[in-house]
């Protein structure tokens, strides 16, 4: 989307200018584009929002897993060296309890890398939920402000024409934008 903020701006200097004209139309219709811009500058704040939080947190859930796999390489490199040492205390030998320990205490550690990596695991799975829910919202957003923008292009040709037909279709498109918007932080 172009710089919603300047054409924003935009817009609502034209409306004002056209206000000035002294026709009740005219000054209606602009109005209705003031409107419409203020709406459209938000739905595409909040459409840019949405987009860098759907990026942010699939980041983060990235993270998160690569986190989770290094947890499992060393639940791995623990579980080797357990057998290793169970091995050798197999074996017997003068350090066999030496062995026997360290493999016990290679399984302790091994249980706490197999639960970290659960747990990381987890929090990756809640990033990509949330980024899925921002990159739901970033849609919707997008297809509100679109609406938006259109009925700010209609309303100007309700300007050049005096027509109402136009002006009506720009409230209509105005009217769903703002239903859209809402809907996507509703479903």
């Not at 034209?14 to 000035?20: I, K, M, Q, V």
């Not at 290094?70 to 205390?89: G, M, P, R």
């Not at 017997?92 to 030496?98: E, T």
């Amino acid at each position: 989307m172009s710089d919603v903020p300047l054409d924003a701006h935009e817009h609502a200097e034209h409306a004002e200018h056209a206000a000035h004209s002294g026709d009740s139309f005219t000054q209606r219709v602009s109005i209705t584009i003031a409107v419409l811009a203020v709406l459209a500058a938000v739905s595409g704040s909040l459409e840019a929002y949405e987009s860098g939080s759907a990026i942010i947190s699939a980041n983060e859930s990235v993270l998160h897993q690569d986190k989770a796999t290094d947890q499992w390489n060393l639940y791995e490199a623990k579980s080797l060296k357990k057998n290793l040492y169970v091995l050798a205390a197999d074996n017997g030998g003068p350090k066999a309890d030496a062995y026997k320990a360290k493999a016990k205490d290679e399984g302790k550690g091994q249980d706490e890398a197999q639960a970290k990596a659960k747990e990381l695991e987890a929090e990756s799975d809640g990033d990509r939920a949330r980024s899925g829910q921002h990159e739901h919202h970033h849609h919707w957003l997008s297809v509100a402000a679109t609406l938006l923008e259109m009925g700010i292009a209609i309303s100007t040709i309700a300007i050049i024409t005096k027509k109402r037909w136009p002006w009506m279709a720009a409230v209509g498109l105005g009217l769903a934008g703002s239903v859209v918007a809402a809907a996507g932080y509703l479903l």
